[in-house]
């Protein structure tokens, strides 16, 4: 079974934890000790030197076998100064054999001999150190310091060894044990309640989220989940509502969409279906109808428009339409455009200003702008009163150009403006005004001067005029122009 966030964060926690205090403590304890045994040996040092400086001065070491008094005289010296320094002091001859002890318990050390291995490293320059039985003469660990004394002529003439216990360092390690563990609990119980805090906060805003979620699957798109701070789980759960908010836009636009579709279909086929009722049951005379048959071919037109149209928009949305971007002229489109509407244009009287070439070239699909330019004139001719004029302009400025196209007549509401490029909207809600409009027309040429690069806005003075405008590039972009042949 999977964990949760709050198990998997305090386990990792609690491990953590438990391991660097080991690891501490470990390291702690090799230190300490080091330093323990250290000054263990440089205090036995010390006190082997004084020992062996005080024998040497005060009777040589061949006296201490025929001389009874004398050997009295240095085992006292050499009890006084273990007892000062809380050791245990034993002298051995040159061979090893120990001649006496400060332990009167252990009186019976008397007469064995050190190992040879031992004597060898007691003659060493730094001599002899060991935490151990001393070559199985003690029977428990102890610290034990051991070094020659030498004659007159330099030979080796006995050795002393200083030994204090090692059971304080069991004790210290025992104790160091017991800080660990309570240290250890104490630390973990603190951990414990700051890994619950810390997760509940990381995990109330993801419960949220997940809830939130659930609600979007179940279809409602208004619940936001709510953001505290500034840090990652914030950002996410801002995302999250972002998300929500264009989930519910989407929703709605589709809503809107159906309804649109199911209105902008149901006016032409009631049209239709009245028109032929009509001629079938009698209603409409033999001798109109051939007008309205024509009224019904328009109806047909307007509805295959409409289906074309929304098949147009489907594919440019889904990036079906690939582009064939190339530099030419503007005014070919332009031009072209006039005169493939000259025919409504001369029947409705509207004057055409500004068609004066100059040769200005644009980086674009030329069947694009020619799409964009044919639907713009052809809203402009719908609405252009008779008489009225369609006036185009194209500028040049700085690596942009800019077509516009305006018309006198109504013109559009400023509360209507920021609209215009939504699909299926017209300002007339009720559809009345110029019916053989679908809505999508405007829609289509901001997607296609988005693909082509630019950007496209509309602006009027209601009564007055109203004008389109959108932007190509001149050139083609940087990278495009790495992969044209002959171009650096």
Known sequence: MRKSISSMYF?????????STAVMGLIQMYLVMGYFQEDKRSTLNDVVQVTAMQVQ??????????????????????????????????????????????????????GSCVSGDILRQAQEEDGFFETGTLGGLYGGKYYTVGRVMRDESGAASG?????????SLNVFVSDMFSIFVLSAGLLLLAASLLAIFVTNRLTTPLRRISEAAR?????????????????EVAQLAVTFNNMARNL????????????????????????????????????????????YLGLVSQEVGRLTRLIQNM??????????????????????????????????IQNQKVEIQGLAPTRTLVYADQDLVYQVLYNILDNAL??????????????????????????????????????VFERFYKEDKSRGLNARGSGLGLHICKI?????????????????????????????????????????
């Open 215 to 231: 609600k979007f699957g179940s279809g409602d798109f208004s619940v936001r989940v709510p953001v505290d701070g500034n840090d």
């Open 11 to 19: 386990s990792t926690t609690a491990i953590l934890l438990i391991v």
């Open 448 to 488: 296609l001067v988005g693909l082509s690069g630019g950007k496209i806005w509309a602006e009027s003075e209601e009564g007055q005029w109203c004008q389109f405008s959108f932007t190509l590039p001149c050139d083609p972009p940087p990278e495009q122009r790495r992969k044209q042949p002959g171009k650096k």
């Open 159 to 167: 050795y002393v060894f200083a030994s204090a216990s090692a059971a």
């Open 311 to 344: 098949l147009d928009i489907s594919k440019l949305e889904a990036g079906e339409y690939r582009v064939n971007a190339q530099s030419y002229d503007i005014w070919e489109s332009v031009t072209g455009v006039v005169f493939s509407a000259e025919q409504r």
């Open 57 to 110: 001065e005060d009777s040589p070491l061949r006296r201490l076998l025929e001389d009874e008094s004398a050997r009295i005289s240095v085992q006292d010296q050499m009890k006084l100064i273990g007892r000062t320094s809380s050791t245990n002091l034993l002298l051995t001859d040159a061979s090893g054999q120990v001649m006496l002890y400060t332990q009167n318990e252990a009186e019976p050390l008397v």
């Open 382 to 419: 719908k609405f252009t009163p008779e008489g009225g004029y369609i006036r185009f302009s194209v500028k040049k400025s700085g690596g942009m150009v800019t077509v516009s196209i305006r018309n006198s007549g109504q013109g559009i509401g400023a509360d209507a403006l920021p609209f």
């Open 248 to 291: 519910e836009t989407i929703d709605s636009s589709r809503a809107s969409f159906m309804g649109n579709i199911a209105h902008e279909l149901r006016t032409p086929m009631t049209s239709i279906k009245g028109f032929i009722d009509g001629m079938l049951d009698g209603t409409i005379p033999d001798d109109m109808r051939q007008h």
